[in-house]
Each structure stands twice: as structure tokens, then as C-alpha cells.
């Protein structure tokens, strides 16, 4: 079975810091990928998702993510966070060679970003 | 355009009762998923919808829970004589018959058994 695993559980940064949460999965075949953002009292937003192609990708309010197949790994980055960056991201992917619609998802990362 | 609607937001049950959660998919959707949040854990899968039909509910326990999506009307997923481990977070989510993977996620029931 496929299993997504995000590094950090709690991550704290101030204004204006860089940003990169780690997601690895374990299946080896054809995925999709995706990160979630639930900001506090919100439901679950689409960020971002990677198909294909372009393994560098970019989503809304300045996240991006990269896949490197080799390393298994889709890692969320952002260059300068701000306060209203505060959630929780959520990392998953689907096993789109099987034709699954299942989303495996990581036990997510809480991100604080103080002013 | 209303995104997709679960209610209510909050239950509270006591063990040996009925849940009933419901879900309205965005507009235009016709395929709906059920997740479940434990605490401190990730969503894992439950069930795939569409209308009138199940279409994988591998995720879904053996017994006491059943899901459904009627022709017309929200999709419902029912848990019978509730326990205290079926306390999370239930989300549905949906998607348009031409896009099925890209999901759109509700707000969520927080489900409380006591």
C-alpha cells in the first residue's frame, strides 16, 4: 500500500523566512501529486498538483513544489512566508497508472509564522 | 458558485446511536469521495461515489458504515450504533465527470461520541 510521509509535524518561522516542508512517498509507479492548505477554520484548498511534465511547479500565493522521481520526494517551498501563510499542509498523492481516485494523504504539517 | 456543502459541521452522539452526515457537491459534480481524519492523523480514503452507485469502497469499515448518493439529493454517509472510535473529522469531497483528479474538499463534520 502507498504511504506519504511529511517530515515535520510543527514548523515555526518568522516573517519573511524561506519555506520547504518534505513529503516522500513510497510507490514507484506513475503518481500524481498534490499539497493542501487548511488555513484555521477552513476547509481543505488545492495549492498545487504536478501530472506531468515540468517537475517544477507552481501554484497560488507564491508556493511551488518539486517532484524529483528518484528521491520519491514532491517538497513544498515558498522564498518569503507571511503571517497569513499559518496552516496546515497537507501532501498527497494518487497512484494514477492503476486508474485509483484515491488520495493517500501525509499526516500533514502545521505551519506558525510569527510576525 | 457555492463550493461543497457537508452538514452539519459538529455531532455529538452517544455510543450506540445513529450519525448521519451529509454532502453536497459543488455544481456540476457528480462524483463524491468520503474521507475520515482521526486525530493527529492524515485523511485516509473511505469511499467513491457516483450517482447512484458505488464505486470502490475499499476504505469503508465492514460494518456499521454505509454510504450512498441518491439521484437527486445530497450524498449521505450513515454510521450505525456509533463508538467512541469513530470520533473524527469526515470530509467529503467532489469532482466534475471530466476532471477525476482534481478534488474539491468541504469544510468537514466533526463527529464527537460520547
Known amino acids: 500500500a502507498q504511504s506519504v510521509s511529511q517530515h515535520n509535524h510543527h514548523v515555526i518561522l518568522s516573517e519573511a523566512a524561506s519555506l520547504e516542508l518534505g513529503c516522500n512517498y513510497s510507490?514507484?509507479?506513475?503518481?500524481?501529486l498534490f499539497w493542501y492548505v487548511q488555513y484555521p477554520g477552513q476547509h481543505l484548498q488545492l495549492l498545487l498538483k504536478?501530472?506531468?511534465?515540468?517537475?517544477l511547479v507552481k501554484g497560488i500565493k507564491g508556493f511551488e513544489a518539486e517532484f524529483i522521481k528518484s528521491k520519491f520526494s514532491f517538497n513544498l517551498r515558498k522564498p518569503s512566508v507571511q503571517w497569513s501563510d499559518t496552516a496546515e499542509y497537507f501532501c498527497?498523492?494518487?497512484?494514477?497508472?492503476?486508474?485509483?481516485?484515491?488520495?493517500?494523504f501525509g499526516k500533514g504539517t502545521k505551519l506558525s509564522v510569527i510576525p | 458558485n457555492a463550493g461543497v456543502m457537508q452538514n452539519p459541521r459538529h455531532l455529538v452522539r452517544r455510543r450506540g446511536q445513529e450519525a448521519r452526515l451529509r454532502c453536497s457537491p459543488m455544481?456540476?459534480?457528480?462524483?463524491v469521495y468520503w474521507y475520515r481524519q482521526l486525530p493527529e492523523e492524515g485523511l485516509k480514503f473511505m469511499v467513491y461515489?457516483?450517482?447512484?452507485?458505488?464505486?470502490?469502497e475499499s476504505g469503508m469499515p465492514k460494518e456499521r458504515f454505509s454510504a450512498e448518493f441518491p439521484k437527486e439529493g445530497p450524498s449521505i454517509l450513515r454510521i450505525q450504533q456509533v463508538v467512541r472510535g469513530d470520533s473524527a473529522a469526515y470530509f467529503c469531497?467532489?469532482?466534475?465527470?471530466?476532471?477525476?483528479?482534481?478534488?474539491?474538499f468541504g469544510p468537514g463534520t466533526r463527529l464527537t461520541v460520547t
Open positions: 461515489l457516483q450517482k447512484e452507485n458505488i464505486i470502490d
Open positions: 469531497a467532489s469532482s466534475p465527470p471530466e476532471g477525476l483528479y482534481e478534488q474539491y
Open positions: 504536478y501530472f506531468s511534465g515540468d517537475p
Open positions: 498527497a498523492v494518487r497512484d494514477s497508472g492503476a486508474g485509483s481516485y484515491q488520495l493517500t
Open positions: 510507490y514507484g509507479g506513475t503518481v500524481n
Open positions: 455544481k456540476g459534480h457528480s462524483h
